[in-house]
């Protein structure tokens, strides 16, 4: 299902360079026209290009990397723009020394709003176009947009996001062994214990290696129980460095989380002793739970694509399915819905009428809805229709995103300094799952946080 509503591409002026963007004009009716089977209606607005290209790098690989290009794929034909998609795991590493290079691609795919702020600091980025802002301004929420500004400037839309904060195990063996979906953290710790006592196996299995960014998936961790222990506010105040990173809370919520992560009774279920969390990628982690080594796997909404590496349909995700997720609970019973989440923002670092045509299909609604039909994703663009999705959690995860009850926080790492975020924090959960002390992990962290 496609969706047509969409904001027309106007002729933009690029942010303070006010530099005019005049698409060359489409020739012919096209909203009549049609490449092969590709009908060009809905990509009449950003014009038609005669040998452009587009290049785009970041962090995407594999299977959800396939499904990113085919998602372009209707807009490359009637454009005639070619986009050509790199992706590398050694991305958010290398991109600001590219960039300081001359050698960054025109395109890159920021997931983080601190990598962001740096790069734009470097004076690499090209401000978004009239035509970006004017899509995000209708599709996306205030706090989305300040994502992809920095210092007064509007850089990048958003692009997928994710909700982060998700345990998935199996409804079969739940109904089995009579296990309960917790309503609390004191219950999902019962359960743990309940796991564990059991026998068969750890409850936890737990990945954090992921290249030169192994240790996210253990600030994750963090994040979550820093937002349920002490809400939105200190959240806000931590991500903020208004509290210092060793403040009690933030040591309360390590050891909230190492009575999982650092417990050999915890983890790591069908891989390996504490150790193994550093050396399992993040990709794989979850999948004992097929085999029955593990019950719980703490991981974001985009790992549904991971159940079905080679992109078949063997597992499925539903309540009855072969894996099913429950958000992490809050500290009391109906405590409210507070969730963490991701997203991505593709800057650019060419300044070209192709690129900005590019960059604005990528923040409008239709290409949200292609992007999301095709699986394992979602956005929280608010003309995205929840049924594209292609499963039941993730319709839920579209509809939690636009609920306005909800209570999201951007991912904490994310948000802070590249010194702290993508250095020193990730860095700090292998140190500690390694076998350092809270205390000093967080005092090291807080020294390396930059000073004002």
């Known amino acids: 299902m496609r969706l047509t509503r969409h904001r027309r591409w106007m002729a933009p002026v690029v942010g303070a360079a006010a530099i005019g963007l005049a698409l060359t004009a489409c020739t012919g009716d096209i909203a009549d026209q049609e490449a092969g089977d590709v009908d060009c209606a809905d990509y009449e607005e950003y014009g038609t290009f005669d040998g452009a290209e587009v290049t785009i790098g970041g962090t995407i690989l594999d299977l959800e990397a396939d499904r990113l290009v085919e998602s372009w794929s209707d807009f490359e034909t009637c454009t005639g723009i070619s986009v050509d998609y790199q992706g590398s795991s050694e991305f958010e590493a290398q991109i600001a020394v590219l960039a300081e290079g001359g050698n960054a691609p025109d395109v890159g795919i920021v ?16 401000p978004a176009s009239e035509a970006v802002e004017a899509n995000v301004d209708e599709w996306w929420s205030e706090d989305w947009k300040q994502y992809g500004t920095y210092d007064g400037t509007f850089y990048a839309a958003p692009l997928m996001a994710s909700i982060k904060g998700y345990v998935w195990y199996s409804p079969a063996e ?17 359960l743990s214990e309940q796991i564990a006592a059991d026998g068969e196996h750890k409850p936890w299995c737990v990945g954090l290696e992921s290249g030169d960014a192994t240790g996210w998936p253990g600030t994750d961790w963090i994040e979550d129980y820093m937002l349920r222990l002490h809400g ?5 105040q931590w991500v903020n460095h208004e509290i210092p990173f060793n403040d009690p809370r933030v040591f309360e919520a390590f050891e909230a989380v190492g009575q999982y992560l650092k417990n050999d009774r915890m983890v ?7 150790s193994t969390q550093i050396t399992e990628a993040f990709q794989t982690a979850g999948l004992p739970i097929l085999d029955g080594e593990c019950s719980l796997h703490h991981q974001a909404s985009f790992y549904e694509t991971f159940w079905n590496p080679e992109g078949g349909d063997e597992n499925t995700v539903a309540p009855d399915g072969t894996v099913w997720a429950f958000l992490l609970p809050p500290v009391e019973a109906g405590g409210g819905l507070n ?58 995860s579209i509809e939690i995103l636009q609920d306005p009850e909800t209570t999201f926080r951007f991912d904490g790492s994310d948000l802070m300094p590249g010194a702290v975020g993508a250095d020193s924090f990730w860095k700090g959960i292998v140190s500690w799952v390694s076998g350092q002390g809270t205390q000093q992990v967080l005092d090291t962290i807080e020294a390396s946080w930059p000073s004002s």
Request: glycine fraction near 14%.
């Open 339 to 396: 969730v963490t989440g991701g997203g991505e923002f593709p800057v650019a670092f060419r300044d070209a009428e192709e690129v900005e045509a590019f960059r604005a299909y990528l923040s409008s609604d239709t290409w949200a809805n292609n992007r999301v039909g095709l699986g394992g994703v979602i956005s929280a663009n608010k003309g995205l229709d929840p049924e594209v999705a292609s499963s039941e959690l993730l319709t839920q």
């Open 174 to 190: 739940f109904d089995e062994k009579g296990y309960e979906t917790p309503e609390t953290l004191d219950e999902l710790k019962d």
């Open 232 to 236: 939105p506010d200190v959240y806000d």
């Open 268 to 274: 790591n279920g069908g891989i390996g002793d504490v």
């Open 111 to 126: 997931p983080q709003p601190g990598l962001l702020q740096r790069l734009a600091d470097g004076g690499w980025l090209i």
